[in-house]
């Protein structure tokens, strides 16, 4: 496996070699053959293209294509596109715990060894010269925000999608966060999306293990974590970084200056940085559950605060409510909270 960048004649021809040259063979020393069968496994990442796979792709849809020609020349071939099994053991009996947690994210569960030779069967009783038996998770496919052209009349996604918990943010959100922040809480913030989606590729319950100065070869990403990691920015940021984002900018640090760079996040002052922070309230007040009547009231209260100096900027009086006067800008968080104890009767 591998980056397109990375492949060489050598690495293309091992994994051509045994798909496409063995099925080639037995293509030709067979053509006169009565045959009640012809059957080839391909791959799913020959259908919808697989990240880091380009030559096993190209492997695969060889097979694909061959089984299209021996039909039309009336010669029986089918090609099952499989997507992945258990881990039981074949390709997938390899896999690390996190490896198989990315083929769950990417939408395509494994099939269990009774699935699928039920869909063996079904397969190879059929007519067609390419058949795809694999099993879709539709709602995680609806969740990776770009989902493959093929299944795009399938997948129905949104245009506005309320983010789920632990997902990363909307690109329209974080824009607007990083708005009303000065430049080290943009790093912060930009930092925090970095490690957790980092974390989330590789594995981990958090970022906390993933280091702003640790290079992510060492934090053990290859090209397909990559390239996934990669597309998860994409869709937190809005951008579209390269496929070399990790190689051009080996920590998490530089890929913060780098997304800053391309955010175009400078300050923002007056009334756009205050509501960029209203933004960030709210989504905090969204996540809070205040049981205790008296923090809800302190909450109550200070928002109060802030509401009426808002509103005296417009005041030359500066009175609240047509109340007692009160220089709203001389006036301590103690005079207002007093002020509004006595209007709402507290005192």
Known sequence: DGVIGSLTEERLATVLRPKADAAWHLHEATRDLDLDAFVV????????????????????????ALMAQRRAAGLPGVSLAWGPWDRAGGMTGTLSDAEADRLARSGVPPISAEQGLALYDAATAGERPLVVPVRLDLAALRGLGDVPALLRGLVRTPARRTAAAGAAPSADALTRQLAGLGGAEQEEVLLRLVRGQAAVVLGHADGSAIGAGRQFQELGFDSLTA????????????????????????????????????LGTGEVSGAGSVLAALDNLEAVIAGLSLDDAGEHQLVAGRL??????????????????????????????????????????LN
Not at 230 to 253: M, S
Not at 304 to 324: N, T, Y
């Open 227 to 262: 390239v996934e990691f990669r597309n998860r920015l994409n869709a937190a940021t809005g951008l579209r970084l390269p496929a070399t984002l990790l190689f051009d900018y080996p920590t998490p640090a530089d890929v913060v200056g780098h997304l800053r760079g391309r």
């Open 304 to 345: 109060e605060v802030l509401r009426a100096k808002w509103a005296d900027m417009r005041s030359a009086e500066g009175a609240v409510d047509g109340g007692a006067d009160v220089d709203i800008e001389e006036a301590s968080d103690d005079d207002m909270f007093a002020l509004l104890d006595d209007e709402l009767g």
């Open 41 to 64: 496994f391909s791959s799913l990442a020959g259908v919808l293209g697989g990240a880091g796979q380009a030559n096993y792709a190209a492997a695969n849809t060889f097979l694909d």
